[in-house]
Structure formats: C-alpha cells, structure tokens
C-alpha cells in the first residue's frame, strides 16, 4: 500500500513517436536499463523531446524502433550528472509500463504529469519584456527508500504570482505536462546550446492538513 502511495506522489503519462533509439545507460544488481526520447505534440504544434529510461525487463528492447508510436505510464525522475567534475541535474521519465499504439486522428497526445511535493527553494518570480507573469520552482518529491527527486517547474500568469508566495517546505500538489527547452549557454568567449526539461504548471494548490490526515488514513 506504501508503495501505491509513493507512487500517486510522481505519475506521468506521456505518448509521442520514438525519435532516439535506445541506448544503454546503466545496470543495477544485473537488471539494464535503457535511454531513449519520444516527439511529445503540443497544441501550438511545437514539440517536446522527452527522455525516457526503460528496463530491459519491461519490453524486447528490438521493440523500441524509432518512429515506433509509445504511450508511457510512470514517474519523472532526477539524478546527480556529474560531467566535468560539474554537477549537473538530469530529468528522465521512468517508464513503469508501455503501450504500443496508433495516435487517434484530431486527439491531442497525452503529456501530462502530477506531484505530491515539497517547494525547496524559494521560488523566483519575474516578467517578460512583453509583461507575461513567470515563476520558476524547484521541487522535491519524495520516493521509496529514502530517495527524493528534485523537479524544476515554471508557472505561468494567475499560478506564477501564486507561486511567489510559497514558502521554503510548502506541501503543495501540481498538475501539468512535461516539457523541453533549448536555451544557450555562455562559456566564456562561446555560447553552448543546450536543452532544459522541467514542468510546466497548468493547476497548482497547497495541500491542507485535512488532505495530509486523509492520506494518511488511506496508508
């Protein structure tokens, strides 16, 4: 029952079209595991690339073909990059289960993700040049066995000036979808290009006692 628990904390959805095939990335007590990215579809028609470990224990890996279309059931993980003596945070989706299918015509793809989690830093809040409300937040949620994954979000107009208002230690639930950004680097006299994942937040709330006493009675 803890571990349904653990995982109503972190639940993914995602579709899209297999674009990297996979690759291997590293093995844990003999079992592999695998890397690969899905094409995620907006509605303004740009698209996310979205990494996804997979076991090999969950399908044939010769099943993961790229233009394959997939739909993912599982969990946005973090972990600890450390490339160049730099510390670097990775995000990926940990696949728990997957479907082969067919998009449905005039269906938008599922992309969609929710969060029992912790704010743990303050967030930042700005505006845009064009006077478009952001926030950006970093997220803790916690997992089994004393693991914990840090998820960077962004809010957007009404949630980002609420976002600004949460303290350090919040307990607050997120709905949203999983997204990528390329953004440049600069590194010295050369600027690097690279891709950012995080959340961006469609609906956000802070989580009551009274919901913290039901959840607890649930366990």
Not at 178 to 198: C, H, L, P
Request: proline residues 3%.
């Amino acid at each position: 029952m803890v571990t349904d628990t653990v995982q109503e904390n972190n639940s993914v959805i995602i579709a899209g079209r297999i674009v990297e095939e996979c690759q291997f990335s590293h093995e844990v007590y003999g079992e592999g595991f695998y890397i690969f990215k899905v094409a995620s579809e907006r509605l303004s028609d740009q698209v996310d690339m979205i990494p996804i470990t997979v076991s090999e224990r969950l399908t044939a890996l010769e099943n993961l073909k790229q233009g394959t279309y997939v739909e993912i059931k599982g969990q946005l993980r973090s972990y600890n990059n450390y490339n160049n003596k730099k510390n670097h945070l990775v995000l990926t989706v940990f696949a728990r289960d997957i479907a082969f299918t067919e998009p449905v015509e005039g269906v938008q793809a599922p992309n969609q993700i929710f969060l029992n989690c912790f704010v743990c830093k303050p967030p930042v809040y700005r505006k845009t040049p064009l006077g478009r409300e952001i926030a950006d937040m970093l997220v803790v949620v916690n997992r089994a066995y004393k693991k914990s994954d840090y998820i960077p979000c962004i809010a957007w107009g009404r949630n980002a000036k609420f976002s600004s208002t949460l303290e350090v230690g919040t307990n607050i639930h997120i709905w949203g979808r999983v997204q990528s950004r390329v953004y440049q680097k600069n590194m010295g006299d050369q600027t690097e290009e690279r891709v950012a994942y995080e959340v961006s937040v469609s609906k956000i709330e802070i989580v009551r006692e009274e919901q913290k006493k039901e959840s607890l009675q649930e366990v």
